[in-house]
């Protein structure tokens, strides 16, 4: 048999040919479908940004304006998913009872047919759709409150948040929310949207592709980094504590939560411009200490591991934002999650367009060749 190579994590292994986004690790560059992070961030929106990479084109007014309507049109649930929902464990990750919740939108809708491209783009739209008030349901829900119902005349982001907290958002909060979904809305071969391609490979319906990658997301060195990151900045506590404390984890080769990346060797963009939102909402809720304590680990951690290519990631000040909001920190990784469905279903029908199912090789390490031996005769 020839030597194949092991490359743990799939490191530097190509699984496929993408034109959904693109990284440049070492100028700190990410674009989506061609264009800047920062601008999109900047001058676009949540559901404009999602038609560009669903779809490969910024849409005209018309298109624009349709994909809208059609969004909003889509985020109620039916009352049997909120019921089910009702009936989850209050104390359960709300990051499993929007898995759950999805997994389930498979058994409403029919889109076991993935040829269809018609009941595709049904499906991409009802998840896109739906995904903020399920994960806002649960919220209410689970504190025994009745969900509050999504209003039509309010935007994507908008909406979310009046879902959450019954109330609107100030322009400039709204505009931190529907940025946050821009910059989390996609990045390239991340182990969730391989996670939905493996999935999609399999010609499984979109619901289990978006159930897949949602249970990949929840990991704390994926998605889940994010509310880590604040129990870290809790635990250290002070700016007087925070180089031992570095110094200590990093000589017990801890891994810091919201550093590091396996393409970015730089500090990640969307860490910069999350830093620039972050004035923004400190302007309107108060300058959190947490944050100047986030600055000063940041300036440790540069000198420290900075020369080995460690820097912030997206998750080291997306918490710091949300918590100044009033989020809840377990909805941290469900809010990723409703941005970067968007992503998710780019990459599920790009690989549908040339599909072949993944089954990649392994290299075995077992035994060979054993004998049967009957239970009675095991001591
Ligand atoms: N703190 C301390 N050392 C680190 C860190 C960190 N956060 N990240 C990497 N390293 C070190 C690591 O110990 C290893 O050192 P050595 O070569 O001496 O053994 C080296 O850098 C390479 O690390 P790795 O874990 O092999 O790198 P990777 O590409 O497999 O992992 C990562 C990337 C993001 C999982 C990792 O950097 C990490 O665990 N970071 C902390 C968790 C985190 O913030 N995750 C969010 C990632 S960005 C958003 C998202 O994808 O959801």
Request: net charge neutral; glycine share 6%; aromatic share 8%.
């Amino acid at each position: 048999m020839s030597q194949i190579e092991l490359r743990p994590g799939l490191a530097d292994v190509p699984v496929a040919e993408s034109a959904v986004s693109f990284i440049d690790g070492k100028r700190a560059r990410l674009e989506y479908r061609g264009i800047a992070v920062e601008t999109l961030a900047r001058e676009s929106c949540f559901e404009e940004t999602t038609w560009l990479l669903l779809k490969g084109d910024l849409p005209t007014q018309k298109q624009l304006a349709d994909f809208d309507d059609q969004l909003r049109h889509h985020r109620r649930i039916k009352f049997r998913l909120r019921d089910l929902i009702k009936c989850l464990p209050e104390s359960g990750h709300p990051m499993y009872a929007l898995q759950a919740s999805v997994a389930a939108m498979g058994m409403f809708y029919p889109a076991r047919d993935v040829t269809n491209e018609k009941s595709n783009w049904e499906s991409t739209v009802r998840l896109i759709a739906k995904l903020p008030t399920v994960c806002a349901a649960f919220q209410r829900l689970r504190y025994g409150d009745e969900p509050i119902t999504p209003r039509d005349d309010l935007d994507h982001a908008a909406n979310f948040y009046w879902m959450l907290f019954e109330k609107e958002p100030s322009p400039a909060i709204r505009k931190v929310i529907d940025a946050c979904l821009v910059l989390h809305a996609e990045h390239t071969m991340n182990a969730s949207t391989f996670s939905g391609r493996v999935t999609g490979s399999t010609l499984a319906n979109p619901y289990t592709v978006i159930s897949a990658a949602i249970g990949t997301l929840t990991g704390p060195l994926h998605g889940g980094a994010n509310e880590e990151v604040l129990d870290m900045l809790e635990e250290i506590g002070n700016i007087q504590n925070a180089k031992p404390w570095i110094d200590d984890a990093v000589a017990k080769k801890k891994k810091i939560m919201g550093f590091g990346h396996r393409v970015y060797k730089v500090k990640d963009p969307r860490a910069t411009v999350l830093q620039d939102l972050a004035e923004h909402v400190f302007a309107e809720t108060g300058r959190p200490k947490l944050y100047d304590l986030a600055v000063e680990v940041e300036r440790i951690m540069t000198d420290i591991l900075g020369p080995k290519g460690i820097y912030p990631n997206v998750d080291f000040y997306s918490g710091i934002i949300y918590q100044a909001l009033g989020i809840p920190r377990d909805l941290f990784t469900p809010i990723f999650a409703i941005a970067r469905v968007a992503g998710w279903l780019a990459h599920w029908l790009e690989q549908l367009v040339n599909n072949r199912i993944f089954r990649p090789e392994q290299i075995y390490v077992g035994k060979t060749n054993q004998a049967y031996v009957p239970l009675s005769k095991r001591p």
